[in-house]
């Protein structure tokens, strides 16, 4: 019985050490894949990107649905580069916030009522140009599009536009708001020189 014991034992650690073998064997084809995979990767050619720009001089309209992109233009030869604006910097005092408070407000008031006051018109003149008639509902889309980013590009202007001594803050305000209205004139006469037929509205003239 002892004999038929230690045989039993003999052929189960038997066993063990073939299937154990069998995995040391897969563990080290897999461990040959790998290497062989890495080595390729080796000898292909690497990408080094050594810095990424990005343009901004005016905003971009591409099609009536989702977001407009406002100040991204990457066929623009001429911009700014290295786009950087937090909305609260690190460190600033509670005068200069308030104070930039005041000017994002006067800004955003400026540019929107240049959306509601002067922009249909300007939509219509340049439709009238290119000869380009778009629907209401296109022009309503565009113009509260444009709405609803207007602050990150006032930001934008902020950020790489310095008030130069002595300059009255309405002035500086003033100045920051032309630069916006630029890039909402630019953006809306690139689109409408190149709307697809198919969004052009009924009302062709």
Not at 4 to 27: E, H, P, T, W
Request: charged share 30%; no cysteine; proline share 5%.
């Amino acid at each position: 019985m002892y004999d038929q014991s230690v045989s039993s034992y003999l052929q189960n650690l038997n066993s063990f050490v073939q299937q154990q073998a069998v995995k040391i064997q897969q563990l080290e084809r897999e461990l040959k894949e790998i290497q062989s995979s890495m080595e390729n990767m080796k000898q292909r050619p690497a990408t080094n990107i050594e810095r990424v720009e990005y343009k901004f001089d005016q905003l971009k309209i591409e099609r009536l649905e989702g977001t407009l992109n406002i100040g991204l233009n990457p066929t623009d030869p001429e911009g700014v580069q290295n786009f950087e604006v937090s909305q609260t910097p690190p460190g600033i005092g509670i005068m200069q916030q308030e104070q930039s408070a005041q000017l994002m407000q006067q800004i955003r008031q400026n540019v929107d009522m240049y959306l509601s006051e002067d922009i249909p018109s300007v939509l219509e003149q340049l439709e009238n140009q290119y000869e380009s008639r778009l629907d209401d509902t296109n022009r309503h889309h565009i113009i509260e599009d444009i709405r609803k980013q207007m602050d990150s590009r006032i930001r934008y202007y902020v950020s790489h536009i310095k008030k130069e001594e002595n300059m009255p803050p309405a002035q500086y305000a003033e100045q920051i708001a032309e630069h916006v209205k630029r890039d909402i004139i630019r953006a809306i006469e690139h689109f409408i020189e190149h709307i697809p037929p198919e969004m052009k509205g009924d009302d062709q003239s």
